[in-house]
């Protein structure tokens, strides 16, 4: 094992170094032609994977590499339609406002009957995001102090775990938060049958680790257990149904937690996935209407207050200035893919990814 270990290092130490060389941003001024030469040597070993006893096949839209979609049958109603699904959950939720209101998941994750929001596969858009847009986060790994190491990464709020493990196959030291009990026993029992499901996506830097822990979100003693210290901070926050998931009230808490969780480098970065963008905010939730402007505005104000109209619309003021803790949009787009509910009836993409750093 050990020598397995310090064979894994060397490889890493090698490829880290050539990735942080080749895998500069990629600039307006080189031809298109050189852009997309990157990308296909880029995803010629991902183009090969193949999954055992799942169907695997992929996405593939112009000069983009492919981003996989795995199918992974799962227990529980997941299928409802979209506003049957969501009336469901707002007449569960009438019975936990206030400080009962994450009690109201736990409940959920205990009965294991209605669970809309686990969709059986990771996210397309989280894959697309990884496969397509390293110009912009990046790769797994990361060169510390000379050293080679892993970046390490959080999916607060992650359910039954599967973008946990698709994050730790592209090779980051993956930590899964779930205030559940329920969710946690389910994450650890996906992970045992279905963690041969996500191979290794490239064999130069291998695998991450992947664990899950009970917690919650917005205290400290879940970061103790996580083996990066009580002070850990991360270098990638993924955040999908989980910023949707927060009444009002809760956002300017959230905005500030991501900003003290995520690691002050142009390394780290904040991976939001924007959902539901399209929903009418009058129709409450959770989840909650979710566009664009509402992460924008509590990321750039973390911890402050933001003004809402009384329909429910957040009231951008673009004159106003940042906040000292401000984090920093450093990219926007909609991704190839998403999950059906991001869609809408034409099946046309409504999600959209934004990527977050500290200034």
Not at 43 to 71: D, G, Y
Not at 247 to 274: F, G, H, V, Y
Request: net charge positive.
């Amino acid at each position: 094992m050990r020598n397995q270990v310090r064979l894994n290092t060397r490889r890493a130490t090698s490829y880290c170094r050539g990735v942080l060389r080749s895998h500069q941003p990629l600039t307006s001024s080189q031809p298109a032609t050189s852009r997309l030469l990157r990308s296909q040597l880029l995803v010629e070993p991902q183009a090969r994977l193949k999954i055992q006893n799942h169907r695997l096949s992929t996405v593939v839209t112009p000069f983009t590499r492919p981003a996989i979609r795995m199918s992974i049958p799962l227990g529980g109603r997941t299928d409802l339609p979209v506003e049957e699904a969501r009336a469901e959950l707002k007449r569960h939720f009438s019975d936990y406002q206030g400080p009962k209101y994450a009690d109201g998941w736990a409940d959920l994750w205990a009965k294991g009957e209605f669970l809309p929001w686990d969709r059986g596969n990771p996210s397309p858009a989280l894959a697309d995001t990884l496969i397509n847009h390293g110009d912009v986060i990046g790769h797994a790994m990361i060169e510390e102090d000379g050293q080679p190491r892993r970046k390490r990464a959080l999916v607060p709020g992650c359910g039954r775990g599967v973008d946990v493990l698709l994050l730790q196959s592209f090779g980051y030291d993956v930590i899964g938060l779930e205030y559940a009990p329920d969710a946690l026993k389910a994450c650890e029992e996906y992970q045992k049958e279905h963690a041969g499901d996500y191979p290794v996506r490239d064999e130069k830097i291998g695998k991450g680790s992947a664990r899950f822990l009970q917690g919650d979100f917005y205290m400290d003693d879940w970061l103790e257990k996580t083996g990066f210290g009580k002070d850990a901070k991360f270098d990638l926050i993924y955040d999908y149904t989980f910023f949707c998931a927060m009444q009002l009230p809760m956002r300017p808490a959230w905005a500030k937690r991501m900003a003290e969780l995520l690691r002050p480098s142009p390394q780290a970065n904040l991976i939001c996935l924007e959902f539901p963008t399209s929903k009418p905010a009058m129709a409450g939730g959770p989840p909650f209407a979710s566009p664009p402007k509402a992460y924008f505005e509590h990321l750039s104000h973390p911890g402050e207050e933001v003004k809402y109209d009384a329909e429910g619309n957040v009231k951008m003021n673009p004159l106003a200035p940042s906040s000292p803790g401000a984090l920093e949009r450093v990219g926007h787009w909609q991704p190839a893919d998403t999950h059906k509910v991001g869609k809408d009836a034409e099946g046309k993409v409504q999600d959209w990814i934004a990527v977050w750093r500290h200034r």
